[in-house]
């Protein structure tokens, strides 16, 4: 996989560094207004914060600004999906520009992440899912993704079949990776950001 050559790597990670300071010196203020609206809609905590599964199968703490109701899991973990009933009216708004996902820029400083990968799992599903899927694991070989080549091909991930085709794009993506198929990946995440999902507000997992 190209991805794994130490060139390959050490480019990667010096974009990665450079953008993620970027978007937080500049998103910065607009999550202490965001996070204001979220604090006034229903009183709840702004960050949310969740266990994610990262490369090689490492642990880390996910940050994202809050964008479901507080009690979205009381019965447990559950699959996010298109016109989720657990999303907040500013959650709804945030998550269709991808406000929410601007705090994963101090995962990709802290090296849990980079922009670009295999969008991280939480560790109940991936135990799932390698029971499931053969292969599945090859995925995690990488810096899990803020965005991806899964995310701009596919709408969430709601069922096993459904994570069984992301891996397809996950291990294309690992083949075929270069500089340039990230930056096409981006240029499509600002599309889908501005245009929607095919033209609409969906939102990718």
């Known amino acids: 996989m190209a991805i794994t050559s130490a060139r390959h790597r050490v480019i990667k990670r010096a974009v990665d560094l450079l953008t993620a300071t970027a978007l937080l010196v500049f998103g910065t203020p607009l999550c202490f207004f965001v996070g204001a609206l979220i604090k006034l ?3 709840g905590p702004i ?3 969740q266990v994610r599964v990262g490369r090689r199968g490492s642990l880390f703490t996910l940050y994202k600004l809050r964008s479901m109701r507080t009690d979205a899991e009381t019965g447990g973990p559950q699959w996010a999906a298109i016109d989720d009933e657990r999303v907040t009216g500013i959650g709804w708004w945030i998550r269709a520009l991808r406000i ?3 705090p994963q820029a101090w995962n990709v400083l802290r090296g ?3 922009l670009v990968g295999p969008r991280p799992e939480r560790p109940e599903f991936v135990d799932v899912l390698r029971e ?7 995925r995690l070989v990488v810096r899990p993704g803020i965005t991806g080549w899964a995310q701009v091909n596919q709408i969430y991930a709601g069922t ?5 085709v992301k891996l397809g794009y996950d291990l294309e993506y690992l083949e075929r990776y270069s500089i340039w198929l990230d930056l096409r990946i981006m240029l499509r995440t600002a599309r889908i950001i501005l245009l929607g999902w095919g033209g609409t507000s969906g939102k990718t997992a």
């Open 47 to 49: 960050m949310f914060r």
């Open 112 to 114: 849990h992440m980079s």
């Open 160 to 164: 096993v079949d459904d994570a069984r």
């Open 100 to 102: 929410d996902e601007i």
């Open 41 to 43: 809609e229903d009183g």
């Open 132 to 138: 499931e899927i053969v292969g599945y694991d090859r």
